[in-house]
């Protein structure tokens, strides 16, 4: 079992940057990679960004290539979810969820409450 919980959200200028932090509990946490999603008002989850259990393979949406950095703390239990140069339509929820294995989308069975991140431009 993991239990999720997402930190780090605000408000945020176009442009600007936030950090976000997935803090895990369970003891199986370095055994599951991790991913960040989203979801804006009126409109699906998607998939941003997703790091495998060693931290030693990425994976990006390609509109954030570049731009969010993902990245995995697996002695402190932490995944972070480094943004900069935020768009006003990335204004949205921003969940953390684990995974057995890096995917895009799927396969992931545990997921956080959301952290909101909002465009105050």
């Known amino acids: 079992q993991v239990q999720l919980v997402e930190s780090g959200g605000g408000l945020v200028q176009a442009g600007g940057s936030l950090r976000l932090s997935c803090a895990a509990s369970?003891?199986?946490?370095?055994?599951?990679?991790m991913g960040w999603f989203r979801q804006a008002p009126g409109k699906e989850r998607e998939f941003v960004a997703a790091i495998s259990w060693g931290g030693g393979t990425t994976d990006y949406a390609d509109w954030v290539k570049g731009r969010f950095i993902i990245s995995k703390d697996n002695a402190q239990n932490l995944v972070y979810l480094q943004m900069n140069s935020l768009k006003p339509e990335e204004t949205a929820v921003y969940y953390c969820?684990?995974?057995?294995?890096?995917?895009?989308?799927?396969?992931?069975?545990?997921w956080g409450e959301g952290t909101q991140v909002t465009d105050s431009s």
């Open positions: 969820a684990a995974s057995p294995s890096i995917a895009t989308m799927g396969s992931y069975n545990y």
């Open positions: 369970g003891r199986t946490f370095n055994m599951y990679a």
